[in-house]
């Protein structure tokens, strides 16, 4: 199907700024929308950003004014430009994205997860 890889994740210091991508692989006939979700260590999974087709996007009240979503189409994929980081950012960043893939002559539809890439933000 469709398989997702992200990286760009790391260390850095409260303040400083990482850029996470994400590319997307395998038999694309159309993405619809790509997001990027963390998790933080006894927390659940939440929603950091997400970019429609149509490049609208929608940020967690927690990362607006810090974080940017942007997408290569032609590329099939997503970045994520993390600029003030917290503590609080510290999490595992996946991405995920849905759409329609190729099966022979026919578009099915798709939904895939990343592995996930390590953010930790610590002086």
């Known amino acids: 199907q469709v398989q997702f890889v992200e990286s760009g994740g790391g260390l850095v210091q409260p303040g400083g700024s990482l850029r996470l991508s994400c590319a997307a692989s395998?038999?694309?006939?159309?993405?619809?929308?790509m997001g990027w979700y963390r998790q933080a260590p006894g927390k659940q999974r939440e929603l950091v950003a997400r970019?429609?087709?149509?490049?609208?996007?929608n940020y967690a009240d927690s990362v607006k004014g810090r974080f940017t979503i942007s997408r290569d189409i032609a590329k099939n994929t997503v970045y994520l430009q993390m600029n003030g980081l917290r503590p609080e950012d510290t999490a595992v960043y996946y991405c995920?994205?849905?759409?329609?893939?190729?099966?022979?002559?026919?578009?099915?539809?798709?939904?895939?997860w990343g592995q996930g890439t390590q953010v930790t933000v610590s002086s």
């Open positions: 395998g038999r694309i006939a159309r993405i619809t929308i």
């Open positions: 970019i429609s087709s149509s490049d609208s996007t």
């Open positions: 995920d994205g849905s759409g329609t893939y190729y099966d022979g002559s026919y578009q099915r539809p798709f939904s895939s």
